[in-house]
């Protein structure tokens, strides 16, 4: 009996983080919805605080275009978000227009530099969620630079 005492701890730790994982998905997914709703409203974002400076944070990389800073949520031992400065309408992915094509570019261009600055340039993500659906929880488009460990495919 005391052999499988070991085992069985093993077992309720898994189903433990197992059920704190669907848990944390389902929070993930109802602040995306909650969110959504004021996605387009123009009103300013965390993000836009964090560019005036209001809001302190880590930065990694900034030029005229886009701000970089550490996710104060990390998903990876690197795991730094990109920003462009100007909104510009420009609240997820799938909202892009023909006018937003520089600065698109620009901030792959920026994940690049950043994976050289956080020495992942050998093996990094760049991860962009648009739209409640995919967990988009704030609506200024931002890349997400993840390395530093193993990515796993596929990914979510």
Known sequence: METSLPIFNLMKHTCFRALSSVKATNDEEAAARVTAVDADTGAPTIFDKIIAKEIPSSI????????????????????????????????????AEQRHGEVLGHLLYAAKLVAEKEGIVDGFRVVINSGPSACQSVYHLHLHVLGGRQMKWPPG
Do not use: N
């Open 60 to 95: 990694v990389y900034e030029d005229d275009k886009v701000l970089a800073f550490r996710d104060i949520s990390s998903q990876a031992p690197v795991h730094v978000l990109i920003i462009p400065k100007f909104r510009d309408g420009l609240t997820q992915l799938g909202k």
